[in-house]
T-cell receptor, first 113, second 113 residues
Framework: KAGVTQTPRYLIKTRGQQVTLSCSPISGHRSVSWYQQTPGQGLQFLFEYFSETQRNKGNFPGRFSGRQFSNSRSEMNVSTLELGDSALYLC????????????FGPGTRLLVL | AQSVSQHNHHVILSEAASLELGCNYSYGGTVNLFWYVQYPGQHLQLLLKYFSGDPLVKGIKGFEAEFIKSKFSFNLRKPSVQWSDTAEYFCAVSGNAGNMLTFGGGTRLMVKP
């Protein structure tokens, strides 16, 4: 099976802009989670979607949002970008939601100038 | 709130040395434990996981970990490291209500040939 894919792989934006990142899970997987990885804060959970519903949400401001489509593909959006949003954004998929192994994609590296 | 601590931030070993990376967690409930590895330039990969049963779990590439419930620990071990084990290692914990992973800060392992 193909792994988790994320597009784009690299992105440069300026402060105040918004960005949309995309994630395609492993075929058959219905849960998609998003994480932010930075040198200072490490890996932090953003949110999880399962069957098009947000299942869990991390401690991030409302500028960070996401959605999941009927084919399980997911997008996350960050509005009004700040310099501190520069990070590697990782997507992970699993078969179901709860006590499941998550498989990670390569990430989207976002640089905010 | 759940938390994960990895006490060793950087570890340098020579090939054939034994490895033990510490991981302690704080979580009030049923816990699922994971070790992920991130090789240079690659995405996060699952090394091993513990959901229930035998507290000594074996993973890929000769790694193993032991869940000690009384110590809230899940330390990673390998009897003899190789240069190819150079990577960053992350301990993570989740509950059963969804796929929200809480990660430790990571341990950078460098193995000298």
């Amino acid at each position: 099976k193909a792994g988790v894919t994320q597009t784009p792989r690299y992105l440069i934006k300026t402060r105040g802009q918004q960005v949309t990142l995309s994630c395609s899970p492993i075929s058959g997987h219905r849960s998609v989670s998003w994480y932010q990885q930075t040198p200072g804060q490490g890996l932090q959970f953003l949110f999880e979607y399962f069957s098009e519903t947000q299942r869990n949400k991390g401690n991030f401001p409302g500028r960070f949002s996401g959605r999941q489509f009927s084919n399980s593909r997911s997008e996350m959006n960050v509005s009004t970008l700040e310099l501190g949003d520069s990070a590697l954004y990782l997507c992970a998929s699993s078969s179901y939601s709860g006590a499941e192994t998550q498989y990670f994609g390569p990430g989207t590296r976002l640089l905010v100038l | 709130a759940q938390s994960v601590s990895q006490h060793n931030h950087h570890v340098i070993l020579s090939e054939a040395a034994s490895l033990e990376l510490g991981c302690n967690y704080s979580y009030g409930g049923t816990v699922n434990l994971f070790w992920y590895v991130q090789y240079p330039g690659q995405h996060l990969q699952l090394l091993l996981k513990y959901f229930s049963g035998d507290p000594l779990v074996k993973g890929i590439k000769g790694f193993e970990a032991e869940f000690i419930k009384s110590k809230f620990s899940f330390n990673l071990r390998k009897p003899s490291v190789q240069w190819s084990d150079t990577a960053e290692y992350f301990c993570a914990v989740s509950g059963n209500a969804g796929n929200m992973l809480t990660f430790g800060g990571g341990t950078r392992l460098m193995v000298k040939p």
